[in-house]
């Protein structure tokens, strides 16, 4: 199963512009690349893999994950800390037909690196999203992004989105 | 030299595909991804690139990775991990005419990130793949894959392909 | 803002043949990559989002990489390692129309891994790529390249051009 050029150029686009935002920590644009109604996860592969519910973070909605951008910003206090995602090619696990376009279901493997102050750069997260990306009239949206990281052990509670 | 937009999509799939097979450690999966008569390799980049032959690891046909396979799931005893791969741009390095069509002589670097039970990911790997790409009746497959490796020291003998 | 599908596979090109250039210490090659009159940046992320000058490196010319390699290769004593960069998809910023062709104003992020003998990898720089890609002659060429770097500290200085 195949991505079309203008899928691949598209999806990308999107992927950039999602680890753009939040390596730059430009919270208040995280949303916006949500559906409204939507799944944002952040799982331990170990409890996905076994089908078990517990996970770090789970919103909803677009509302929700604004309300978790102004948890990230005003109520929480850690040592500040800056994000930068790589990730490897997308797999497209399967296309759903519909208007105006199709749903592709995608995988794609992610590394997240994390710099603190006066420190050397560490891997914070490794693992893979599993995304369904819709078009919308802004352009191609997640009506879901989980993040399921390989590592059940994490280098002190992740504040920001990842 | 340049890859055509439709291989750049199709060399993507099989990379993706390799990349998940392996992280997911669907290893029966793997043998599948390569031609009958193919060439796995792990070596260092100190012995490749003084051409000598020792390496970590060498199969040249796609029962001798079934078989690797088999030792690696029941035979070895090992702290349990899990990989996840993220790579960069293939480089075309070569074009090679044939029929049903060309084979893909490619460049692409690649880290591999190893996570065990409660730790920390680490990698394991910080190398390049050397491949030889095909197509087949059931898609691209690897006819060559050899995986050179930066670091001579190796944290732990690699018990799964990489 | 997107790509053309004939853009992504030039700018890949460019982007691999960097990496593979650098990864592989052929250091004489790197400035090839880069047009006559050019800018190559290696800066924190602090004093780059400040707007401050200080930077670690600072070249703008072809001559003056030159001179860089040869500094790298001549007379600096250093602990030798090797390079593997490893990037994200690069996201496009702004299109300057013009003959030949348009600029590419383009952010990519990469993390670019260290190998030391005898040791494990380790994540030497995190951080993203600004550049201005344009088109010449001999294909897509840099017209800039900054690094911006996300960690304030440095693992020793860096050497060769990253």
Redesign the interface.
Known sequence: ?????DE???L??L???Y??VL?ARELDRWPALFTEACSYKLQS?ENHDRGLPLCILHLDSRAMLHDRVYGARETIYHDPY?Q?????????LAREPGEPGDTLVT?T???V?R?K???????L????YLDRVVPTADGLRFAQRWLIF????L?NSIVDPA
Chains 1, 2, 3 share one sequence.
Do not use: C, K, Q
């Not at 102050?117 to 891997?123: F, G, L, N, T, V």
């Open positions: 199963m195949r991505f079309s050029a691949w150029l598209a990308h686009e992927h950039a512009e680890a753009a390596d592969r800056v930068r995602h790589v990730g490897g090619p997308p797999r497209l995988e493997p992610v590394i690196v710099t102050r006066d420190a050397m750069p560490e891997i997260v490794a693992g893979r390989d590592n059940d052990l280098a």
